[in-house]
């Protein structure tokens, strides 16, 4: 399995800020994914991150307001950009490894509780 | 990926098996069903995935009908910490893609 932490564990921003988000993982791990869960509803994608490329963004995601990077293979951040009370969500990253596939299971970090006022 | 419906709620006494149903009319032959919950403020937990038979793990049980259009997850004694979001989903393995999360079913397990 894989352990992933996640900083901060919550913050809570003005809005108009930005704020960035750490994914670390305790392997090297092929596929990375950011959720985010409004509150009382279920998770959303909000992009797909590889090692060495630009990052996948879902419909109703860009880039500019949520720019992610993926340096290595068991690191990412997702950034929230020119927050607005809107964003106030959990934002959570999983992995997916191909290699060690036993149960083709995701791993969930334990989220980002944002509060933006 | 084939759309799965869940209720959106069920309670369950404790020490009593919870039956958790999902439909997946729609599921393709290399579809397979997965199921994860989320217990509130936590990431979510995969559970256990299977394609046609039924599989069993320390968690639960499920059990897929013939046609693979339903199927149920079985936990055999819940108790409080079983207490959760959980999710049915149905996707292809080592696809790249991620998980799509539906509504779920709130289990409320009760002493």
């Known amino acids: 399995s894989a352990v992933i932490s996640q900083k901060p564990s919550r913050d809570i921003c003005q809005r108009g800020t930005s704020l960035t988000i750490q994914c670390q993982v305790d392997s090297q791990v092929t596929m990375m994914f950011w959720y985010r869960q409004q509150p009382g509803q279920s998770l959303t994608l909000i992009a797909t991150?590889?090692?060495?490329?630009?990052?996948?963004?879902e419909s109703g995601f860009v880039i500019d307001k949520f720019p992610i990077s993926r340096p290595n293979l068991t690191f990412s951040t997702l950034t929230v950009s020119n927050m607005s009370p809107e964003d106030s969500s959990i934002y959570l990253c999983?992995?997916?490894?191909?290699?060690?596939?036993?149960?083709?299971?995701?791993?969930f970090g334990p989220g980002t509780r944002l509060t933006v006022l | 990926d084939a759309k799965t419906t869940q209720p959106p709620s069920m309670d369950c006494a404790e020490g009593r098996a919870a039956n958790l149903p999902c439909n997946h009319s729609t599921i393709s032959g290399n579809e397979y069903v997965y199921w994860y919950r989320q217990i509130h403020s936590q990431g979510p937990q995969y559970i256990i995935h299977g394609l046609k038979n039924n599989e069993t793990n320390e968690m639960a049980s499920l059990i897929i009908t013939e046609d693979r259009k339903s199927s149920t997850l079985i936990l055999p004694h819940a108790t409080l910490r079983d207490t959760a979001v959980y999710y049915c989903?149905?996707?292809?393995?080592?696809?790249?893609?991620?998980?799509?999360f539906g509504k779920g079913t709130s289990l409320l397990v009760t002493p």
């Open positions: 989903i149905v996707r292809v393995p080592d696809s790249g893609y991620a998980l799509n």
């Open positions: 999983s992995v997916e490894d191909w290699a060690s596939g036993l149960y083709n299971e995701q791993f």
């Open positions: 991150a590889n090692q060495g490329s630009e990052a996948t963004y």
